[in-house]
């Protein structure tokens, strides 16, 4: 087949065209789908950002310019709802990797039965944030919640502005929890044997491989997972909307941005303001992640 | 040959891109509208008008069973007794931000998916009619002598509500008040010879309940229904405009010497450790006020009448309480309005052909005669709306009518204004949400002042009307 292409004249840029044609024929459904679902909404986003919506979708919009991203950054709810996300993610992220990696280095061990472990550990990643707000939602419900059977009576914790989003973030701590266990029991799996048995040899104690050896070694590892866990932290929305709702007073105080968002869609039905927040969203979750490549990056250690 | 092949394939995939999104572009085409209504059409119709029924009544879909199902039982009755018209039910069990959702995405479309006949909470009024989608029900009505004779046998205050800037937009269907609920067999522990009238004897019955065991003593829910209950059973208006009824509303003009000093009273309550409950949420916080009654934490709650049915069917398993149901207690004791109604309505959408509006219409009229609304209104908790079905709803009723006579009383006698026929806000499930901070600060150390919590409030929801308005050209 090659003997015949290049007896060909110009068999080999024909080789190529039809190469060239071959791979977007290949990339072609793919990139109608990113196309239709993830191009197209986002710069339709930035256009939406122009024109102030009626509220009704049969009714016409109107080009308002950049007005509306102006009355964004001069709203007291707007930086709200930053300083909501902000302590949000500083909740959820420390909490979720530190747990996840504490349970990661318990299960790293050759025990009987340490399967079920892992597994139970792992378990609330599979744990959609319907199930895993209801089950928050029984045992804090200070009517007929568990902890009040037991008698511990806690005041209502999901209408209390001082303790719903705390409340709010400790439930998604304890999803992400799962998912930065598997990451980091990952990691540590992939960890060289060698090196360990090496400091064993040498007379490094449990505690000094833990902090000289498995923590230096595994830092790319938690490095990826606090990345994921704020990526993660920034788009909780499902236990917010079922254990608080927007009708619920304690929404101000728990209105993350992407629940801000979805209020002003459902609620204000503002499109345009929606769009605007949207942006907003991807400039900080932008900029955050950026800052964490910067400045976190520069700590971690890459093994050569 | 086989470049022309792949060729071929990417030009397919090109192509069948732009089929599909042409057939998406095409399945959204304007449905056919129809702006004006005559009833007659029904009758010189030839063969069977089909129309769907978009409702929020929670409950399965058993005959006879929660609201959803009495609703469906109505619907088989209309049905079967004529055959010009066929009523298709099509339920959101989501409630009536399900409905609303669920329509305005129909609107995107052009009004295709529309229901011939929609159910709206009363409050939805204004932006019901904002969505420039309706038929309003004063064109049946002008063009249906029949029913302006029977228009007498309505409680005015009941159709007068769905009045938007003059005009009868919808036509009422269910109805009920907020009303006092207490537990007969807490007051006699507490040593309470009958239900407060005033808020000073809330206050101190609070007290004698604490002291008698019951932990809260008084549960109240944080709604923003009680202060429009408040205004209006003192004759003042949630926001100008004769309340929006006599032309849109521009601002809320709820922060008043009235709603202050009724605020007042209830951060004395919840001060000395009566418990301020959720609106919404789960079942166990949105109802969370009726729950400390039923677990004997509390001795007295407001709620509404609406809850009645379930209350009812309940209160076998708890033996520990006897139910009272009372108005609500008022600041003097005497009331100078009447308490306004709420719940929903019925709307016609435009996006139907003309025999189908006109059958939207004589549905409507059947779920509102007075045999249906005599059932319905006993089977559910709501209040009759008409005059001429409250003997068949007290028969049906039995001992328990005492309760709804209550809130019945409440929302017929009395005033009927633009002050008492409840509120209609631009903008309505803005400014609840709006609403719920300044509640949630006024029922919590550090226990801000009424008159300045309220008049942020105000500020707010003025603001976010103000906004909806200029969005639509206001």
Sequence with gaps: MSSRASLAPGGSVFRRRRDGWLGLALVLPALVIFAAFTYYPFFKNFQMGLFKAAPFPNLPSRYVGTAQFTTMLGSADFWDSVKSTAIYALITVPLGVIGGLVMAVLAHQQLRGIRIFRTIFSSSVVSSAAVAA???QVILSPQTGYLQTLGIH???ITSSPTWGLPAMALVSAWQFVGLAFIILTAGL????DEIMEASRVDGATAWTRLWRITFPLLSPTIFFCGVVGVIFSLQSFGQIDIMIGTSNATYTHTNVLIYAIYRLLHVSQNTGLAACYSIALFVITLLVTLIQFRLLEKRVHYAH | MRTSSLTKVAASFVLAATSLTSATLLSGATAQATTSCDPSLVAKSSSTINITFEESMPG??????GNHGVLLDLINKYNASQHKVHVTDSNDSGGYGSTWTKYTADLANGGSGAPQVVQFDQFDSQEAVDTQSLVPVASCIAADPAFQKDKKNFVQKALNSYVVSGTQAGMPFSVSTPVMYYNLQAFKKAKIAKAPTTMDQLIADEALLQHAGYRY????KKDPWLTMAWLSVNDQAFVNNGNGHSSRATATTFNN????????KVQTIIRNGGLASSLTGSLTQAYANIFA??????GITFDTTAALGSISSALPLFKNVTLGVAPLPTLSGKTTGSMLPAGNGLFIPKYGTAAQVSAAWDFIKFLTNKTSMASWSASTGYLPIRTDSQAAWKTALKKQISWYQVAFDQFSKGLNDNNTQGPVIPDYEQVLADFGPTLDALTQ???PSPTTELQHAQNTTTSDIQSYNSSLGY
């Design chain 2, 60 to 65: 399965g879909a058993v005959s006879g069973t």
């Design chain 2, 217 to 220: 003593g008084v549960a109240i």
């Design chain 2, 257 to 264: 010497s009235t709603t202050q000093q009724y605020w007042s």
């Design chain 1, 154 to 156: 806690l005041p209502d």
């Design chain 2, 445 to 447: 150390s550090p226990w």
């Design chain 2, 293 to 298: 009654i039923a677990n004997d934490q509390a």
């Design chain 1, 134 to 136: 209801v089950v928050f």
């Design chain 1, 189 to 192: 799996q992939s960890l060289p």
